[in-house]
């Protein structure tokens, strides 16, 4: 919904509001509302027009899907301008506990917009690599048993890097008849693998802008190179063909992070 400073909604004034969410993504059917399921947005936009008393309808920073978690997630919305943000906040946290959290809330300028005013989003996975499992980490990391070179997924994350069509690496999205297919060029700006101890190796990749299943896509393709299934060289043939068949292993969602949302710099389209 566009907003200037003062808006309309229902008949109220109103003011654009900026949120910093996080949840836990394994109680949830991904964060789109969808009929029928439970999902972070459903719920989040039935305890904020509980406490506003007038229907709001959220933009969104990053789409995360079932079983994928956020520490930063950014939403923002219309709210009526005499509501107390401290006050909402604290009851949206009492009816949307234990999974879903208001970290933060703001008043933002008219034209912010959480999804097209973001200029990167950060995501953070997780691999437990020991020979056990931990059963603390069961829903925030994905384990894997045999040993992994880390040198070697960091080399594969070279080719990687800047703009390119990462449709290898993505689950393209339905085109109606006639349109024009979806773009799959995004812009990575960093993607490294560092190990943090006791088993724990985490991946953070920082891009524009990612398409559908792209950060897992690209885990998986990396977790193939760590256990020399496949050689670090083979990033550059794997963009340059195009092909999805070429990454067939997806990691799987409760290893991923959305770890947080940048609004500083130029952005760059997708």
């Given at each position: 919904?566009t907003a200037p400073e003062i808006a309309e909604l229902d008949g109220l004034a109103t003011r654009r509001a900026r949120f910093v969410v996080a949840y836990n993504g394994a109680?949830?059917?991904?964060?789109?509302?969808?009929?029928?399921?439970?999902?972070?947005?459903?719920?989040?936009?039935?305890?904020?027009?509980?406490?506003?008393?007038?229907?709001?309808?959220?933009?969104?920073?990053?789409?995360?899907?079932?079983?994928?978690?956020?520490?930063?997630?950014?939403?923002?919305?219309?709210?009526?301008?005499?509501?107390?943000?401290?006050?909402?906040?604290?009851?949206?946290?009492?009816?949307?506990?234990?999974?879903?959290a208001i970290r933060d809330a703001q008043w933002a300028e008219p034209g912010f917009d959480a999804r097209f005013s973001a200029t990167w989003r950060h995501y953070r996975y997780?691999?437990?690599?020991?020979?056990?499992?931990?059963?603390?980490?069961?829903?925030?990391?994905?384990?894997?048993?045999?040993?992994?070179?880390?040198?070697?997924?960091?080399?594969?994350?070279?080719?990687?890097?800047?703009?390119?069509?990462?449709?290898?690496?993505?689950?393209?999205?339905?085109?109606?008849?006639?349109?024009?297919?979806?773009?799959?060029?995004?812009?990575?700006?960093?993607?490294?693998?560092?190990?943090?101890?006791?088993?724990?190796?985490?991946?953070d990749i920082r891009a524009n802008a990612f398409c559908h299943q792209m950060v897992r896509s690209i885990t998986g393709f990396l977790v193939e190179v760590g256990l020399r299934?496949?050689?670090?060289?083979?990033?550059?043939?794997?963009?340059?063909?195009?092909?999805?068949?070429?990454?067939?292993?997806?990691?799987?969602?409760?290893?991923?992070?959305?770890?947080?949302?940048?609004?500083?710099?130029?952005?760059?389209?997708?």
């Amino acid at each position: 919904m566009t907003a200037p400073e003062i808006a309309e909604l229902d008949g109220l004034a109103t003011r654009r509001a900026r949120f910093v969410v996080a949840y836990n993504g394994a109680a949830f059917h991904g964060f789109a509302a969808n009929h029928g399921v439970t999902t972070v947005e459903g719920e989040l936009t039935r305890a904020v027009s509980t406490v506003v008393r007038v229907p709001v309808e959220f933009s969104v920073a990053g789409r995360t899907d079932a079983g994928v978690h956020a520490r930063a997630q950014v939403i923002s919305c219309d709210l009526p301008g005499t509501t107390d943000l401290d006050a909402l906040t604290n009851s949206v946290n009492a009816l949307c506990r234990p999974h879903i959290a208001i970290r933060d809330a703001q008043w933002a300028e008219p034209g912010f917009d959480a999804r097209f005013s973001a200029t990167w989003r950060h995501y953070r996975y997780v691999v437990l690599n020991t020979a056990t499992p931990d059963p603390m980490l069961l829903d925030r990391a994905w384990h894997v048993r045999e040993s992994l070179s880390l040198p070697l997924m960091n080399l594969a994350c070279d080719g990687l890097m800047g703009e390119q069509d990462f449709t290898s690496f993505c689950r393209r999205p339905d085109t109606p008849g006639g349109a024009e297919p979806a773009s799959m060029k995004r812009y990575l700006m960093s993607a490294r693998w560092k190990d943090n101890g006791d088993g724990c190796l985490e991946f953070d990749i920082r891009a524009n802008a990612f398409c559908h299943q792209m950060v897992r896509s690209i885990t998986g393709f990396l977790v193939e190179v760590g256990l020399r299934r496949r050689p670090a060289s083979d990033t550059r043939g794997v963009i340059l063909g195009r092909d999805r068949r070429l990454v067939p292993l997806l990691a799987p969602p409760q290893g991923l992070t959305l770890w947080k949302v940048g609004y500083d710099g130029v952005r760059v389209h997708p």
